[in-house]
Nanobody, 127 residues
Framework: QVQLQESGGGLVQPGGSLRLSCAASGDPYSAYCMAWFRQAPGKEREGVASINSDGFTMYADAVKGRFTISHDNAQKTLYLQMNSLEPDDTAIYYC?????????????????????RGQGTQVTVSS
C-alpha cells in the first residue's frame, strides 16, 4: 500500500507560478507511473501530466510548455511546476500512482486505472 499526499496549492494571479508536491509513503517502490490530474467545478477530470521510472513524460496539450512534471526518487516525491498560470487552470489537482508493470510501460495521464490517488489540493488562478 502507498499513501499520497499533495501540497503546494493556493491562490495565484494570472501569469504566476506554483509548484505542487505529492509525497508518497508506505511500501517501497522502484518502477512507477505517476501522474497529475485536475478537476474543475462542473467539468470532467482531466489528465495533466505523467512520468514513469524511465523518465518518460507526457503532457496534456493545454499545459505543454507551461507545466513540468518531475519525480525525486530519493525523496519519493512527485512535483508539478506550473508557470504562466491561467484562470482556466483553476481546479483541484490530484496526484496518482501505480506500480503494476503494464501501467508503468503504458504510462499516460490519460489512464483511468491508477491504483492510488491523493486527496487533492486546490489551485485558484485569479486576479
Amino acid at each position: 500500500q502507498v499513501q499520497l499526499q499533495e501540497s503546494g496549492g493556493g491562490l495565484v494571479q494570472p501569469g504566476g507560478s506554483l509548484r505542487l508536491s505529492c509525497a508518497a509513503s508506505g511500501d517501497p517502490y522502484s518502477a512507477y507511473c505517476m501522474a497529475w490530474f485536475r478537476q474543475a467545478p462542473g467539468k470532467e477530470r482531466e489528465g495533466v501530466a505523467s512520468i514513469n521510472s524511465d523518465g518518460f513524460t507526457m503532457y496534456a496539450d493545454a499545459v505543454k510548455g507551461r507545466f513540468t512534471i518531475s519525480h525525486d526518487n530519493a525523496q519519493k516525491t512527485l512535483y508539478l511546476q506550473m508557470n504562466s498560470l491561467e484562470p482556466d487552470d483553476t481546479a483541484i489537482y490530484y496526484c496518482a500512482a501505480d506500480f503494476r508493470l503494464h501501467v508503468v510501460v503504458g504510462c499516460s495521464e490519460r489512464r483511468r486505472d491508477f491504483r492510488y490517488r491523493g486527496q487533492g489540493t486546490q489551485v485558484t488562478v485569479s486576479s
